[in-house]
């Protein structure tokens, strides 16, 4: 990008009003390195140190290898002079800890050493050194390799940066992926579902012509009622199939006790079929206004995040209840699950898109997914985590009564304009 002043003014006349120009990039290697200094000799330590600061380098100087460690573990450094002969803990043994810390791992260390042996060199590199400096130490080679360490980890930051950015931007393609193929399902599974339901209804309704039939014998009249059964239990699954393919915006009065035992119904297989102990207490006659299909898909996600949540325990357990507070015009759906819960890494940023602590095919799209649908909708979505050990994790739909859904009213003005 140009920076001559008047060119980006003739670019921003012609850009559409309130569009401003990205910034400058920022050059990595403009900013003051950081060096941390290791040396138990007074003099030693204080020279390195003057030398740095003369050219610009904020200096961190220590003389015991452990106080470095601990420093070097809460602020970012860019390059570590370290004293090869030191008591209590050499600089080959703080060498070692900083290489197994993955916060630390990447920093260059340059040794400083007396020595000049070409073993203790190789040995110094071997374990994760980068350079060796010999005392005493010469002005102008202190500063040219300190700038040459940290380039290098300049360098080694920027193409981090490079790897996590293409990793997200391949995460956001397989998730536009992923979308495409919902469309394509949720649009072939209403088409299926629309197909299949009217010779349903019909057999359906066939059954209980025959079974007022007076020629229709007991044992006839019993497999009737079984096969009425089939037809009413596929009619409920085609409704529950329905209810998330509906793509339709348009508010309606949805009783969230019917909506839930419809999405049980979709999923009782993978509840029997993975042996999870389901149990559901549906409390409250309030109805919520909103789009179902969007609730459903919320509700549905937070089912199937409980399902893989308990794939690892050995007697998993499933509590679904839906409640009402009337104190507070509030209807709300609990799920819970005696899962391993949430790992505290990922606590503070479990509903942020790509979080997750599961490996592929997981994106970590599903909770932001339901807390988005839910908060568009005039809801909340909370984590309560587990109050003790062996108890449940709870996720909890908060929703506002129909006649105080704050969100209806901006639904309606957006449809009617």
Known sequence: ?????????????????????????????????????????????????????????????????????????????????????????????????LKQNPATQDIPILFLSAKYEFEDKVYGLKIGGHDFLTKPINMQELKARTHAAFRVKVLQDELKKKIDLQKTINQIQQNHLNDYWRIIFEQLAASLAHELNNPLAAALGSTQMLKQQEWVDEDSLNQLEKIGASLKTASQKLRSLLLIAHASQRPKKVA??????????????????????????????????????QLARAVMALLNN??????????????????????????????????????????????????????????????????????????????????????FTEFRISLPFAEANPSLQKSHEASTR
């Open 1 to 97: 990008m140009s920076s001559d002043p008047s060119m980006q003014e003739a670019i921003l006349e012609q850009a559409p009003e309130g569009m401003q120009l990205p910034p400058e990039p920022e050059n990595p290697f403009s900013r003051k390195p950081r060096v941390v200094i290791v040396d138990d000799q007074k003099d030693s330590r204080r020279f390195a140190e003057i030398c740095l600061k003369s050219d610009k380098i904020e200096c961190f100087p220590f003389e015991k290898g452990q106080d470095a460690i601990d420093f070097l573990g809460e602020e970012q450094i860019d390059v570590i002079l370290l004293d090869v002969m030191m008591p209590e803990m050499d600089g080959y043994e703080v060498c070692r800890r």
């Open 256 to 293: 969230l006790s019917r909506l839930v035992e419809d999405l049980v119904t979709l999923v009782n297989y993978q509840i029997v079929s993975n042996k999870i102990d389901l149990e559901i207490k549906l409390e409250g006659e309030s109805h919520w206004e909103g789009g179902p299909g």
């Open 306 to 391: 409980a399902m893989e949540a308990v794939s690892s325990v050995s007697n998993p357990k499933i509590f679904i209840q839906t409640g009402e507070n009337v104190d507070e015009r509030q209807l709300w759906i609990s799920i819970s699950d005696n899962g391993p819960g949430v790992p505290e890494s990922i606590q503070e940023k479990l509903f942020e898109p790509f979080v997750t602590d599961k490996g592929p095919p997981h994106g970590g799209v599903g909770l932001p997914l339901a807390k988005r649908i839910i908060e568009q909708n005039g809801g909340r979505l909370d984590w309560i985590p587990p109050i003790k050990d062996n108890s």
